[in-house]
C-alpha cells in the first residue's frame, strides 16, 4: 500500500471525510452494512492494496454513515496468519494517517480465558500482550510518521474505555473489561497454553488486533478495542474451539456490538 493506494481511496470516497476506521473482526462484517449511504471498494481493485484470504472476512473498504458519523470500515482484515508481513499492516496505517484517520475502533473475536466472561458476550481491551513474536514496526524508522520507540501505556484509550462502559450501561449491553493475548495461529491453542495464558494474566486470546493497535498508536491514533467472545479457551469447557463457531457466536453478538458502536460514534465530540 502507497500513494496510489491514497490517491485511488480519496477519488471514490471524495463525498466523505472520515476520521474513524472500524475494523470488523471474523462474523462481524454485517456491521458494515448497516452503513447509511455506503461507497464499497474491493481490495483487488485498490491499487497495491493487500488481500484479504480468510473465510468469513469479505475484502471490502466501506465509507459511509453510522451513528452520525462519517467512518471508514475495513470488512476483512490482514492476519499474519495468512503469510502478511507485520510490516504491511504497519503501510496500511501509514495511510489511513495520510487519509487523516485520527480514531481506531478494532473489533475482534476471542476465545475466553476468564470463567467469568462468556461466550457471546463483547469484552472491553484495556490492554494487551503481544505473544505473537512479531512487530509491525520492526525495520528502519521514518520519525515523520512515528517514534522509534513508541510507549503503548495507554494504548486503549482510558477516557475513551470510561465513556464506552457508562454507554453500555445506558443501553443495557453486557460489557466486561480485560487483557488480549495475541498468538500468531492458526492453530487454536492447546489446554496447556490455555492455562499457561491465564497465569500470564490475559482474560481473552486471538489471532489478531495487536499488529494493527501498535501500528495505530505509533502513527498517533486513538484507540478503541472491542472482543467479540465466542468460545471458552481451549480445555475450559467440553466443546472444541472451531471456526464455524466463531462465525456464529461473531453473528450473534453484533447487534449488540453495533448499537454500542452506533452509541459511541454519535455521543463522540465533533472532531
Ligand atoms: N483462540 C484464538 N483465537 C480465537 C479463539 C480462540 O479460542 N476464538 C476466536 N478466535
Do not use: W
Not at 119 to 141: C, E, R, T, V, Y
Not at 223 to 241: H, R, W
Request: aromatic share 6%; charged share 20%; with cysteine.
Amino acid at each position: 500500500m502507497n500513494n496510489s493506494s491514497v490517491d485511488y481511496i480519496r477519488q471514490h470516497i471524495s463525498s466523505y471525510q472520515p476520521h474513524t476506521l472500524i475494523i470488523l473482526g471474523s462474523g462481524l462484517g454485517n456491521l458494515g452494512e448497516k452503513l447509511q449511504n455506503p461507497i464499497s471498494l474491493n481490495y483487488q481493485d485498490i491499487p497495491d492494496f493487500p488481500r484479504s484470504t480468510v473465510q468469513g472476512h469479505g475484502g471490502k473498504l466501506i465509507c459511509g454513515k453510522l451513528g452520525e458519523r462519517e467512518v471508514l470500515c475495513m470488512q476483512g482484515r490482514f492476519h499474519l496468519y495468512e503469510g502478511h508481513k507485520p510490516q504491511t499492516i504497519h503501510q496500511l496505517f501509514a495511510c489511513f494517517k495520510e487519509l487523516d484517520i485520527q480514531e481506531l475502533i478494532v473489533t475482534n473475536a476471542a476465545g475466553s480465558l476468564n470463567p467469568d466472561i462468556a461466550p457471546g458476550s463483547l469484552m472491553l481491551i484495556k490492554d494487551h500482550i503481544n505473544f505473537s513474536g512479531q512487530n509491525p514496526l520492526i525495520g528502519a524508522n521514518d520519525d515523520k510518521i512515528g517514534p522509534r520507540f513508541p510507549a503503548l501505556n495507554n494504548a486503549y484509550d482510558e477516557e475513551i474505555r470510561t465513556r464506552v462502559k457508562l454507554l453500555a450501561q445506558k443501553h443495557n449491553i453486557a460489557l466486561s473489561e480485560g487483557v488480549y493475548m495475541m498468538v500468531l495461529g492458526p492453530n487454536f491453542e492447546t489446554p496447556a497454553e490455555i492455562r499457561a495464558f491465564r497465569i500470564l494474566g490475559a482474560d481473552a486470546v486471538g489471532m489478531s488486533t495487536v499488529p494493527e493497535v501498535i501500528s495505530a498508536i505509533h502513527v498517533g491514533m486513538k484507540v478503541l478495542g472491542i472482543s467479540v467472545i465466542t468460545n471458552y479457551g481451549a480445555g475450559m469447557s467440553n466443546e472444541q474451539p472451531s471456526h464455524e463457531e466463531t462465525l456464529a457466536q461473531g453473528q450473534k453478538a453484533s447487534d449488540e456490538l453495533t448499537k454500542l458502536i452506533s452509541a459511541y460514534l454519535t455521543t463522540k465530540g465533533e472532531k
